[in-house]
Every structure is written in structure tokens, then in C-alpha cells.
């Protein structure tokens, strides 16, 4: 996952009533109020590490000198001198240009990046008490930068003279998609609006930004508060013994007696897999069901309501018939029945496969003597069984031939290098905000500095759950800067002097988030609002995904599947063992994540005159119309805790993964047919798809690197659905 595209633009403007994505932490009364409240009146002045570029090796983060109380003060510093340099460039009395008024634009607001660049990492991945209380604060004021800019009439009639006379300006190809891409967002942001409506519609992006930040909130604090927790050693029976001592130390941790078992944002979870105590899965299920929605401070399901109400309203109001209409303009699919075309094609092979291997798990678990009926919190545990019997594969004898910096080394980085010819040095003299974090050197096939890369690869209770890519600096010729990366992730973090053995699904992670990384690293443009990973959110998964492909390569599997003892190579037998289950649950798989995108959109098309919706009876009758309503599959997340569509920006995108499935199959089954793993592949991809941006058509760019529009039998046939269409 990626979040760059929220706020990457040069004055902060791309979707800012999403921009707060970080996680939260319910603030408490006391002292760390008090902090947060002297927080917000710093001063901002030369002493602040935000009042100029760093000086570090790529305009790094000073991480070592960042201090909580210097974000508010640089944020709001930043919003003004924004603000300041729109006006002046709005008020220019020469004749708009190109470079008074586009390029004025692309350089306005590095201030404001570069503080919320490293604000957002951080909340993402290390948000506190003091931190939290910032971002309350500073939502509305973000908002109100976006509709300062957007909705200033004078700017966006220089804008506009320009896009109406761009074809005979004689730009080069990125600056005329520049010009249409900024007439395109200022009119999907309302500055065709009459004054009232503008009016208006600062109020409904206001109330959004605060409605986001508020849901976040909840979310962590809800998410932290349903952890399982047990004095009774025999309820974890079925993990391993690290993954016991790592619940004691999570006990320790929170200083609660006995063990915790830490929630993810999904609905099931991992050690479900693993825990034979029926009814400690039961319990772990159910807290991770009805998590946000328990009543109190930390439920969630009004915030959503109303979040989905004012943004049909909003929608309405620029014209469009829902959210989801005025949400895909821009984007691949261009419309959501384009979408949801997309995704009801994929709904009876799905579920016709999870609903078959219902039937092989109710099998087992009556062959068993169970005397039950399978239930969501039975399957992962008695499906694992049923690949241990179909494919003789046992996770614990997996993972010790996954240790994470050999994956790192010798998987992730190996594959980049084969690829695209890059290659890593590890950096120890620059600054992170926690000490889980690696950085390294990225340099590209010539030796020349390519980009900076910081990896977090595990688990804490006060960062975001899930895993995505960022960065602290991004890439762009006009600004002369070079891409500052980063990966977080939420692996087990083992006890002191234990190795990190990760299971196949978190190599996966790894090289998938990398994908976004490289996104991010082989940018090459000169704009920074069309620079990286800025596209359509229908496509910005595209090469992450792609990237997944190279965990199982055999050149590549073999090169870092080797055991962490011994360094012994994994057996030919167990590796073929992991290749043929691949296709495994992928009938359930592909529900539950069909079935969370197809609850965004059911959300998202909404119109504005619907009552404010309950969730739970929408939830219901949402998956029933859908044809999703299966017992036993549970939706990926539900409503209340689907942190993509109310706080990641995913709302109306979240089929967007499915799409990029498309995609990545298609284009892997490309690299397959000429040749595979070599410079030459690699190198013709880094040049046509990772290093293009936002610069061009990317339906266009696609069809032009693949040779054709993409199509679903690649994927169907990957996931072991149906052969692909020839």
C-alpha cells in the first residue's frame, strides 16, 4: 500500500482531506496534555530543523534533532507561507504563463511538504500522546489550505487561460499533462463553483478532515483496546514457543499479567492460523469483529456514517451523482460502473472456489469428530490443515528458511539488482526515528546516487497496522531533489537474540512494499506532481504487486530461501511444495477482498439525498446485492474498521488492489514470455512504466509497454480460478 498520493503535490493538494492517515492514540488527561498544549505554542524561527532543507545526505530527516514540540509550529508555518505564495502568484498582473503561473505553482509550499512529509511518516509509524494532539489540530487547517488554493477564482482563471490555450504554447509532453492535470484537479475540486457553493463546500471539506482525524482516533485506540488477553498459558496451546514468549513480552509491555496477543486491521488474524483453542479463537474473532463498534468514545460507526453522507453531498454538489462518479474521474477506470463491471465479472469463480473449499474444511472438521459447523474463526485454522494434507506443508517447517535480512539481502535487493542493476549500502550515520529502522544507499547501475531507503519492519502498538511505502523527500528536476523511501510493516518482532522468521505471506509483504519502493526510487521526472508514485489509485499498485511475482521466481526464491541455522538451501521437495499451494484458499482470498471493495463502493455510491445510513444494516444488505453474503467468508474488513476507505484515502478505490491484480498478472505473464529475470526486461519496464509518473495516459503507457489492453484471465488463472483467455 502507498500513501504518497494524499499530499504529494507542491502545495499539499491532492485529496488534503485524507492527508492526516496517520494512526492515533486516545490522549489522556494530565501531562501529556499539558505537553501537547505547550507544544502548540512554540515559536518557529532558524533553531526549528523544518526552517530550512537538511543538510543531511538527500535532504534526510534530522531525525536526532526533531523534536514533537517543532511540527505544529513548522506545519502552520508552512500552511501560511503556502498560502502567501499562491496569493502572489494569483495576483500577478503580467499575462499568465506556463512559468509564472504552472511552474510558480510546482515551486510554492516546500515548506509545508517537507514538514508533512516526515509528520505523516512518523504518526504512520510512531505516533504519541503530544503527536496525536498536532494532528487534531492541524486537519481543518490542511483543509483550508486545499480550498484556499483550489477554490481562489483568480489563480484558477490563470490556470485556466492557460489550459485553454496550451496546444499552441509549444510545451513538451510532461508540461501539457501538467497543465491538463492541474485544470483537472482544480475543476474536480470546485472552481467552477458559484461563491456559495464554495462556501459550502469549505464547510464539507472541513468537517471531513475532522471527521477523518476523529476516525483514526478511534481506530487505534479501539484496535489497542481489543487485544486478546490471557492469564491461562494453555489458551495460546498451537504457537510456537517465540510466539508465546513474544505475547509475554507484549503483557510486559502494557504491564498487564500473562499474555497478549495484539489485534491487525483485518478481520481475521494471523495466529487464528495457528491456535487450537477453539474458543480462544472465538474470542479473538469476535473482538476483532466488533471492535469499533462496542459504544463508548472508540466506536466508530457514526463517524462513518456521516463521513459517507457529507461526502454524497459533496459530491452533489460538484456535480456528480455520488462520491464514487466525482472519486474515479481521474483515474483508470474512469467511471464506477466500470468498476464494479470489473468486479462482479470476478464474484461467481470466487465464490463458487471458497464455497468448494467450505466444503473440504467442513469435511475435515467432520472426519475429526468435531461435531460443529464451520464458522469464520474455524477456517483459517482447519484450512491450514487441509493444505497440510493436500501439499504435506507445514508452516513451521516454512519459516525458518524465511530470516528477514536474508530475505532482505539476498531476495528483495537480489531481484532489484538482477532486474534493473542497482544495488545497497547500509547506512549507519543517518538519524531514525526509532531504532527498529534500517536505512540504506540506493545506487543505480552506473554507481551514481539513486535514492535513500528506510525500512520498518516491525510491529508496534502505537504505528498504523497493515504495511505501506512513503517518503520523507521526493524526486523531482525542477527541485533538484532525489527520492528519500520508506517501507513499514508490522512483522512479530522476535525476543532479543532471536531471529525474525517471517512466514511466506510476509516475504511476500516485503517484496511487494519494495515494488512501491522502486515506484518511488526510479522516478524521473521534472515535476513533483507528477513525480512517482502520484498516479491513479488504480494503478499506483500495479508495480508493487508486480514486484510480489519475484518472491517465488525460482532465480530468486533459491537465492534466499536457505535455512537460518545452517544456511542449507530449502529442499527442492518443500519449495515445490510452496509453489503448488499457491493457488490454496485463493477462492476465499479473493472473496474477502471483493467483498471489502465492493462495501467501499456500495458506500461511495451513495447519492446525497440518502439518510444517514446503520452500518450494520448496511453492511448486511450491501454484501447480499453483491452476492457476497457468505457465512463463512467474512469481508476483509468490516464498515468500522476499514481504515482504507475512512482514513488511507482508498475510498471509493479500494477495488483498485483487484484492478492492479489485473495488471501485474498481465504484465508478469509479459516478463515471462520474453525471458523473464534480465537487465533488458527490467531496464525496458524502468523506463516505460516506473519512471514515467504521473507524466502520461497510463491506460495508454500500459497498453503501449504490454502491446495490448489488459485482461482478467491471467489473473483468474493465477489464482488458480480458471485458465487464462487466450
Request: aromatic share 12%.
Amino acid at each position: 500500500m502507498t500513501r504518497i498520493d494524499q499530499y504529494k503535490t507542491r502545495f499539499l493538494l491532492s485529496q488534503i482531506s485524507t492527508l492526516i492517515t496517520a494512526g492515533a492514540i486516545a490522549l489522556t488527561p494530565g501531562a501529556g496534555n499539558a505537553q501537547a498544549a505547550q507544544t502548540a505554542k512554540a515559536p518557529f524561527g532558524p533553531s526549528n530543523p523544518f526552517y530550512a532543507e537538511s543538510t543531511l545526505p538527500f535532504h534526510a530527516p534530522p531525525f536526532d534533532k526533531i523534536k514533537d514540540s517543532d511540527y505544529q509550529p513548522a506545519i502552520e508555518a508552512g500552511i501560511a507561507q503556502n498560502l502567501e505564495e499562491i496569493r502572489v502568484i494569483a495576483d500577478n498582473p503580467a499575462e499568465p504563463t506556463f512559468e509564472n503561473t504552472i511552474v510558480a505553482m510546482e515551486k510554492s509550499g516546500q515548506l509545508a511538504t517537507r514538514v508533512m512529509d516526515v509528520f505523516n511518516g512518523v504518526t504512520a509509524a510512531n505516533i504519541n500522546p503530544v503527536l496525536q494532539k498536532v494532528q487534531d489540530e492541524v486537519a481543518p487547517k490542511l483543509a483550508a489550505l486545499q480550498d484556499g488554493i483550489y477554490l481562489n477564482a483568480k489563480l484558477f482563471k490563470r490556470v485556466s487561460d492557460i489550459y485553454e490555450k496550451r496546444h499552441s504554447l509549444n510545451l513538451d509532453a510532461e508540461s501539457l499533462r501538467l497543465v491538463e492535470y492541474d485544470y483537472q484537479q482544480f475543476v474536480l475540486a470546485g472552481a467552477n463553483l458559484s461563491d456559495a457553493d464554495k462556501a459550502q463546500l469549505k464547510k464539507l471539506n472541513e468537517e471531513e478532515a475532522n471527521l477523518t482525524t476523529a476516525f483514526i482516533s478511534k481506530l487505534l485506540a479501539a484496535t489497542k483496546d481489543a487485544a486478546f488477553v490471557s492469564k491461562d498459558k494453555s489458551a495460546l496451546a498451537g504457537l510456537t514457543d517465540a510466539e508465546v514468549a513474544a505475547a509475554a513480552d507484549a503483557a510486559k509491555g502494557r504491564k498487564v499479567e500473562g499474555y497478549v496477543l495484539p489485534m491487525q486491521n483485518t478481520t481475521q488474524q494471523p495466529d487464528l492460523q495457528s491456535l487450537a483453542n477453539r474458543d480462544t479463537r472465538q474470542a479473538i474473532f469476535k473482538t476483532s469483529w466488533d471492535r469499533a463498534e462496542r459504544g463508548g468514545d472508540n466506536d466508530t460507526r457514526a463517524t462513518i456514517a456521516r463521513l459517507a453522507q457529507l461526502r454524497a453531498q459533496k459530491a452533489k454538489l460538484l456535480g456528480f451523482p455520488n462520491y464514487a462518479a466525482w472519486r474515479l474521474t481521474d483515474q483508470m477506470a474512469k467511471t464506477p460502473e466500470a468498476a464494479l463491471k470489473f468486479m462482479d465479472a470476478l464474484v461467481p469463480a470466487s465464490t463458487a472456489k471458497a464455497e468448494g473449499e467450505g466444503k473440504d474444511i467442513q469435511a475435515l472438521i467432520d472426519a475429526q469428530k468435531g461435531g460443529f459447523k464451520l464458522e469464520p474463526w474455524d477456517w483459517d485454522f482447519y484450512s491450514e490443515q487441509v493444505r497440510k494434507a493436500k501439499y504435506d506443508l507445514d508452516e513451521s517447517e516454512i519459516k525458518p528458511y524465511f530470516e528477514l535480512n536474508n530475505v532482505l539481502h539476498n531476495g528483495v535487493f537480489y531481484a532489484a539488482q538482477m532486474l534493473y542493476g542497482i544495488t545497497f549500502k547500509q547506512r549507519t550515520d543517518i538519524p531514525v526515528y526509532d531504532p527498529d529502522v534500517q536505512v540504506y544507499e540506493v545506487f543505480d547501475a552506473d554507481g551514481k546516487p539513486l535514492a535513500l531507503w528506510y525500512c520498518d519492519y516491525f510491529k508496534r502498538d502505537n504505528k498504523n497496522g497493515g504495511a505501506w511505502m512513503d517518503v520523507f523527500v521526493g524526486q523531482s528536476k525542477l527541485l533538484g531533489t532525489l527520492p528519500v523511501v520508506y517501507n513499514v510493516a508490522n512483522f512479530a518482532k522476535p525476543v532479543a537474540g532471536e531471529p525474525a522468521l517471517l512466514s511466506f505471506s510476509d516475504v511476500t509483504t516485503m517484496f511487494h512494499e519494495f515494488g512501491h519502493g522502486l515506484h518511488g526510487m526510479f522516478a524521473d521526472t521534472t515535476y513533483p506532481s507528477l513525480s512517482g508514485t502520484a498516479v491513479p489509485r488504480d494503478f499506483v499498485e500495479f508495480p508493487s504487486q508486480f514486484n510480489e511475482h519475484w518472491a517465488s521466481y525460482p532465480a530468486v526464491f533459491n537465492n534466499f530461501a536457505k535455512h537460518y541455522k545452517t544456511g542449507a538451501p530449502m529442499p527442492a521437495e518443500l519449495a515445490a511444495k510452496i509453489k503448488k499451494a499457491e493457488t490454496f484458499n485463493q477462492g476465499y482470498m479473493l472473496t474477502e477482498l471483493l467483498a471489502a471493495a465492493e462495501l467501499d463502493m456500495q458506500w461511495h455510491t451513495l447519492p446525497a439525498d440518502a439518510p444517514i445510513e446503520n452500518p450494520d444494516t448496511f453492511e448486511t444488505a450491501a454484501l447480499s446485492k453483491t452476492h457476497l453474503a457468505l457465512s463463512t467468508v467474512p469481508p476483509r474488513y468490516r464498515s468500522s474498521y476499514f481504515m482504507h476507505i475512512w482514513g488511507n484515502g482508498y475510498q471509493a478505490g479500494y477495488y483498485a488492489y483487484l484492478w492492479c491484480e489485473m495488471l501485474d498478472d498481465d504484465a508478469f505473464q509479459w516478463f515471462e514470455d520474453h525471458g523473464g529475470l534480465t537487465r533488458a526486461n527490467g531496464d525496458r519496464f524502468r523506463q516505460m512504466i516506473l519512471s514515467r509518473g504521473n507524466t502520461e495516459d497510463l491506460a495508454k503507457a500500459y497498453a503501449a509497454w504490454m502491446g495490448a489492453e489488459p485482461g482478467i484471465g491471467p489473473m483468474l488463472k493465477d489464482r488458480g480460478l480458471e485458465p487464462a483467455a487466450k
